[in-house]
């Protein structure tokens, strides 16, 4: 399982996956980050014009 992906220091394991695609893209990209990280980082990416977040998925 890869590690959290936040840019705040971290050292756990991800337990949440975030799919996003780039406004000029149709491409999904997937991150990976860890509890405490993922609401705060799916409400940023939600909420940037330039990315939409298309699927969340728990990987535990």
Do not use: K, N
């Not at 971290?10 to 695609?21: D, N």
Request: proline fraction near 3%; glycine fraction near 4%; hydrophobic fraction near 30%.
């Amino acid at each position: 399982m890869p590690g959290c992906e936040s840019d705040e220091p971290c050292q756990r394991c991800a337990s949440y996956r975030i799919g996003v695609t780039h406004m000029l893209s149709d491409v999904t990209v997937y991150w990976h980050y860890c509890t405490g990280h993922f609401r705060t980082e799916t409400q940023r990416l939600d909420a940037s014009e330039w990315f939409d977040v298309v699927e969340t998925e728990s990987l535990s």
